[in-house]
């Protein structure tokens, strides 16, 4: 991905003026739409946005407008946007940070603002707890409760990245690093290493001469990378990132200790603690210098990360692997399985097209995905017409859409696009589509949108009970940072799919990650197929494809665990199973 930093840094922009223009109130609703789209828009650009602005095809972007191409241009052309000073400057703009959490909307925050002369985050905190918002008019205590609960969910995405968020920040200064000639050899460590969801900071080991140390930290702490400098030293530093204001540390070693400081620095700690116990009992200690015999101090391995754990009579694992969840007992018995794999993946089941809310034609992701991977088959997966805001299609339009399928499969001169739908589950079990309709389709996503309040258990049950569903999507619900997963008990749940042959979606959008890591081990402990998707509404989004593909690794997944990693006629099979075996649609538990 050509993406040097500028999507990022124009998308956060963009965010920004909808909200102010969101807070300037419903005179500039439009604008603030406007700026909301061209936001999400280059976000998933899957080139460098100056690229588009620099061959002037910056009006060939769906969602860009003239006058939005212009401030393209102008930050572009100058490193800033002199509608967004100005706008900045007439607004409390802490207080707009606010709106990105659940509970805080424009009107109140303007109204905390204008009554109680608030204009801080820590002010606002205060007045919260101290009940001088809850004695405002309209507001009460339930509300501040339901303020206080949202501020609780946004310090996990304050304190902590989002993996897809680390993924792009952890490459691009990694790059920066390698293009230093004095570098030997760089990678990522930590937690990003190992893929975790969230990421606290970013870790980045890199193996260079003794001499050429302190040029590396130069550059590293140097302005061109660094907003402030947190720690410095002859080894290792610790810098705020002047891009996104996030966290890396670097640490610096000899080539011959990288395979020790890579395992180190890779951890987890609770994998480290217990390889360490084990190491002591062998009559060996492991530190981030290498591996040494206990009695003699004689350094027996380190140079590569596989000679420490063949040292210690253990087979290597993935990084995934290491949280000390018997991993290390695995792979003392030579059992560590060979994980799916990106190369594995042969089709995304779930994507959406402008025929309900996706930004794109079905025409512009058939080319874009035959361009950019491997992929035997894309489902093309719009929403069903009770997720109005999403613009779900109602029974005509999927007969419409169907045609318009074939078309361009026939343009194709191959079966690429297949026919899907995500289709609302009701709040009684039922499906928001006929199943004259559903039966139509290649395959059927089936997923929760509303009524969060409620215990979900029943509902999605019902839905794995309809012989025309494939897989149940997104199947918490969770969004990282603002939702907590719904009430479900998922135990049940994985009863039900495997009874029903469902399948169960890991969904890769960054902050659904649904399921999570626990839960498709749990998922594939139970034998549950499951796929990997990217729901993509634009085309940079199918690379999340990484993150998902990491979740399954994390969850110790094989290729064998997931079904997408098979040719469109296993998958087909899959669901044709289900309809065989579903003969009546009467209760199959
Ligand atoms: P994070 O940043 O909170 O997402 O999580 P990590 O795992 O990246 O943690 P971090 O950045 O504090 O440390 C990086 C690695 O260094 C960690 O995964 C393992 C190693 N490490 C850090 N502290 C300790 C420790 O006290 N003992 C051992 N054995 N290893 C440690
Ligand atoms: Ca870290
Ligand atoms: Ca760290
Ligand atoms: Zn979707």
Redesign the pocket.
Known sequence: MADSGNNGKLAAIFHNMAEIYRYLGSGERFRALAYDKASRVIASLPDDIGIYARGKKLDEIPGIGEGIAGKIEEYIATGTIKKYDELHKAVPFELLEMMDVTGFGPRSLKRIHSELKINTKEKLIEALNNGSIARMKGFGAKKVENMLRGLKLHKTVED?MLLWEALQTGDRTLDKLKQLKQVKKAGL????R?M?E????I?ILAACEGKDRKKIVDFFTSPALAKYVIARGDTKASIVLKDNGRQV?LRLVDEDQWGSALQ??????EH??HL?TLARNKGYKISEYGLFTINDDLRVAGRAEEEIYKKLGLQIMPPEMREDKGEIELSAKGKIPELVSVADIKGDLHSHSVWSDGARTIDELAKYVRENYKYEYLVISDHSKSARIAGGMNEKEVLRQMKEIDRINNNLGAAFIKKGMEVDILPDGKLDMADEILSQLDWVTASVHSNFGKDNTGRIIGACQNRYVCCIGHPTGRLIGSREPYKVNMEEVFGAAKATGTALEINAQPQRMDLNDEMAMRARETGIALVITTDSHDLGQFAYMKAGVAIARRGWCKASNVLNTLSWNEVSRFAQKKRMKAKSPAPLL
């Open positions: 902590r460590a930590g937690s990003l190992r975790k969230t990421i606290g900071d870790d540390d180190y620095f890779t951890g987890s700690k480290n603690i360490r």
